[in-house]
């Protein structure tokens, strides 16, 4: 069954469609005579005419989700990017409504704090992992380890499913490590032949035995393995995310159960014999993020265009799904409640869009932000921490004339009053590879 159920981050806060105009007429007011904000507010022209608050945020550099007609401020975690919601809390204090507390950036803590409210960081988990359970996975990451090594530890802490200060267990983290050393054994098999490329392919060879050995020795010991993650991993789903059926299969002999994760890892990776392995018997699992997880895969990956033929006519995924969750492409994400053509329009996969259009496509689909797919494909539709992360494939322009001739429109507006046009206009004139330069 289809969710639109909205989950907002950790220190997240609302603003109330009905205290909108309010909110956005106090930051207009307050936020360019603010010494700090100043220094920082992007474009203050347009900042002071906006009619949209969403694009406030924006120009003042915040992500924002939307819930029905609620906005959601979504804090940043670290990166490049100055939170300025700590100065401008004053601005709209009366107006935000906390959403869930919880592990909070650093700017929305002193927000808190400055609103009067209590800031526990005991919530976090960290202090519950041993020093020694730490070590031990931590040191599974840079060496073979022993079996008597590890029933040391098992002894120590009382069980082979002890956890580190992120949440893994050994089996986690093992399963981690060696999908991360299929991948860069992968890579290493593109390298010349020469000196540094049979020197690059050995070592990658060696990391991925020792991985390979430490796997193997953790299952020795029968860990759980429906174990998961902080963010909610299992082994199944690391094992599948790396494309190998042999990984998954020697999970699958240990009752490693499969479920939505294991199968969407599955999809990613590309892999059709692996996908029709797990929905064997398990087909009820295709969920709505399927095609768009396939969708945003980068458009010159093999096998992408196969992958989501058999989504969509063997294992009949509705081609106008929506996104339960925010789906990750090399160029940046689609948002949540995101359709498959929006997944295929970011990564400017022209053969995949002309399969979706003829299969059925919504062109005129708008995510929970109002972006359709060619706002996707016209320029970034999210704010990220780091900067700007979007720039245009060679098949871009066509992306752009195919979406246009079947009649998008490059006036349709988003939350944030922002069009495709607006994109367009405003997009980084080249590349990752030209800016490298």
């Not at 995101?338 to 996969?349: F, S, V």
Request: with cysteine; charged share 25%; glycine share 8%.
């Amino acid at each position: 069954m289809q969710t639109n159920a909205f989950v907002s981050e950790p220190g997240a806060f609302r603003i109330r469609e009905a205290d909108h105009a309010a909110a956005l007429k106090s930051l207009q007011r307050g936020c360019p005579k603010h010494m700090v904000i100043a220094d920082y507010l992007k474009n203050p022209e347009e900042f002071a005419s906006t009619r949209y608050l969403a694009r406030a945020f924006e120009l003042l550099g915040m992500q924002c989700d939307v819930d029905g007609g609620d906005l959601v401020l979504v804090p940043f975690e670290g990166g490049e990017s100055v939170d300025l919601s700590a100065y401008y809390w004053d601005f709209i204090e009366t107006l935000a409504h906390e959403e869930s507390p919880g592990s909070l950036s650093e700017g929305s803590k002193l927000a808190m704090i400055e609103a009067g409210m209590d800031v526990d960081d005991e919530q976090d988990a960290r202090h519950h992992a041993s020093e020694a359970a730490d070590d031990f996975i931590s040191e599974m990451g840079d060496r073979k380890i022993t079996l008597a090594e590890l029933d040391a530890v098992i002894a120590s802490e009382g069980s082979v499913d002890f956890r580190n200060y992120e949440g893994k267990t050994p089996l986690l983290a093992a399963c981690a490590g060696y999908r991360w050393a299929i991948s860069q054994y992968a890579d290493a098999q593109l390298e010349d032949d020469d000196e540094d490329g049979c020197e690059a392919k050995a070592d990658a060879a060696a990391v991925l035995e020792a991985r390979a050995h430490n796997l193997q020795t953790v299952l020795q010991r029968k860990p759980d393995v429906a174990a998961r993650t902080n963010d909610g991993s299992d082994a199944l789903g690391f094992a599948a995310e790396s494309g190998s059926v042999e990984f998954v299969e020697q999970l699958l002999a240990h009752g490693a159960p499969i479920n939505e994760g294991a199968l969407l890892g599955a999809v990613e990776s590309l892999s059709l014999d692996m996908v029709r392995k797990l929905t064997q018997h398990h087909a009820h699992l295709a969920g709505p993020d399927l095609l768009v997880r396939a969708c945003s895969a980068h458009s010159i990956l093999p096998g992408k265009l196969e992958m989501v033929r058999y989504l969509v006519e063997e294992l009949g995924c509705d081609v106008n799904a929506r996104a339960t969750r925010i789906a990750y492409e090399g160029k940046g994400r689609v948002g949540r409640l995101g359709t498959a053509l929006m997944a295929a329009a970011l990564a400017d996969d022209l053969a995949v869009i002309q399969y979706l259009l003829s299969a059925g496509a919504d062109l005129h689909a708008v995510d929970a932000y109002g972006n359709t797919a060619l706002h996707y494909c016209s320029g970034q539709t999210w704010v990220s921490d780091g900067g700007p992360l979007w720039f245009a494939l060679d098949d871009n322009p066509k992306v752009i004339d195919l979406l246009r001739s079947h009649g998008a429109d490059d006036g349709a507006r988003n939350v944030a009053g922002r069009t495709p046009a607006d994109l367009l206009a405003s997009r980084r004139p080249h590349g990752p590879a030209d800016e490298a330069d």
